[in-house]
């Protein structure tokens, strides 16, 4: 088992950067392929991206270019870099951790979650 806890949110104008980290601690990281998702006000939690263990990653078309996720087995923590914020990121983001995850994009595969942290983008 792995527990979760994601930092890092926050508001940010349009245009701007944040950086969220997803901080684990429990079983051994490495063996975790770490998935992203986010849920805004209304709508169902959808797929962001995520980083296998061997360090592939996948992300959603939206993000495709403006987000990226980064993983120090270390540290036992996996990063989300977004550039470019609008306000259709503002969600809240959470993290889960699966071991072999056969599709990246169902959240049904992450059996842990973290609590979520708040991204808010003010246009």
């Known amino acids: 088992q792995v527990q979760l806890v994601e930092s890092g949110g926050g508001l940010v104008q349009a245009g701007g950067s944040l950086r969220l980290s997803c901080a684990a601690s429990?079983?051994?990281?490495?063996?975790?392929?770490m998935g992203w998702f986010r849920q805004a006000p209304g709508k169902t939690r959808e797929f962001v991206g995520a980083i296998r263990r061997t360090g592939s990653t996948e992300y959603a078309d939206s993000v495709t270019g403006r987000f990226t996720i980064s993983r120090d087995n270390g540290k036992e923590t996996v990063s989300l870099q977004m550039n470019s914020l609008n306000s259709e990121d503002t969600a809240v983001y959470y993290c889960?951790?699966?071991?072999?995850?056969?599709?990246?994009?169902?959240?049904?595969?992450?059996?842990?979650w973290g609590q979520g942290t708040q991204v808010t983008v003010s246009s």
């Open positions: 889960a951790a699966g071991i072999f995850v056969r599709e990246l994009a169902g959240s049904d595969e992450y059996p842990y």
């Open positions: 429990g079983r051994t990281f490495s063996v975790y392929d």
